[in-house]
Nanobody, 126 residues
């Protein structure tokens, strides 16, 4: 089992950058594929980005491709999401998640993940 805690959210202006962090407990972090999702008020939780166990493979939602970057540091059991060129529509609670099985099409769905953090709020003003 792994416990996840996100941090780094806040209130920023459109065009600004922000880096989200997610610290994982346990010594098996490198055995999990990891992902970031977000949920805006009144909307379903949606996929943002995912990264393989080694960090060598990443996938992004079209809405964030070229603006967001997912990365991980297995030695520090940390997951990151660099957010750039932020837009008001990026406003949401951002969640990190861990997947025991990674590499199938389910990595872009909430059902593909086994553990979730509590989320961190990102608010982008226009």
């Amino acid at each position: 089992q792994v416990q996840l805690v996100e941090s780094g959210g806040g209130l920023v202006q459109a065009g600004d950058s922000l880096r989200l962090s997610c610290v994982a407990s346990g010594r098996t972090f490198s055995s999990y594929g990891m992902g970031w999702f977000r949920q805006a008020p009144g909307k379903e939780r949606e996929f943002v980005a995912t990264i393989s166990r080694s960090g060598g493979t990443t996938y992004y939602a079209d809405s964030v491709k070229g603006r967001f970057t997912i990365s991980r540091d297995n030695a520090k059991t940390m997951l990151y999401l660099q957010l750039s060129s932020l837009k008001p529509e990026d406003t949401a609670v951002y969640y990190c998640a861990a997947a025991r099985r990674w590499g199938t099409k389910e990595v872009v769905t909430t059902g593909g993940y086994d553990y979730w953090g509590q989320g961190t709020q990102v608010t982008v003003s226009s």
